[in-house]
Nanobody, 122 residues
Framework: QVQLVESGGGSVQAGGSLRLSCAASPYSGYCMAWFRQAEGQEREGVAAISGGGMSTFYADSVKGRFTISRDSDKDVVYLQMNGLKSEDTAMYYC?????????????????WGHGTQVTVSS
């Protein structure tokens, strides 16, 4: 299995920005995705990026505000979050699997990080 370590969470005011990072070890070249889970809610897919970085996918709720990217040499994936809203408050998790088909279905991912908290105050 791939080990995933997230970083970059924190507290920010509405309208602000944060960048999350997820480092994979060992190098996998897998599809990597970001999920989030707010208290009392189901885990939802936020964004995903293919192994080569050529394809990206986003939830409708974050399109135009969040950008996923990856440094393929280092197997690190980033989630740049701009225009943050209070409803973006959640624990954010990085996940990996071989291909990005059905990327937003969390049950299809076998490798998970421990999560990083994002809190947006209005």
């Amino acid at each position: 299995q791939v080990q995933l370590v997230e970083s970059g969470g924190g507290s920010v005011q509405a309208g602000g920005s944060l960048r999350l990072s997820c480092a994979a070890s060992p190098y996998s070249g897998y599809c990597m995705a970001w999920f989030r889970q707010a208290e009392g809610q189901e885990r939802e897919g936020v964004a995903a990026i293919s192994g080569g970085g050529m394809s990206t996918f986003y939830a409708d709720s974050v399109k135009g505000r969040f950008t996923i990217s990856r440094d393929s040499d280092k197997d690190v994936v980033y989630l740049q979050m701009n225009g943050l809203k209070s409803e973006d408050t959640a624990m954010y998790y990085c996940a990996a699997k071989r291909l990005c088909g059905s990327w937003s279905v969390h049950r299809h991912f076998a490798s998970w990080g421990h999560g990083t908290q994002v809190t947006v105050s209005s």
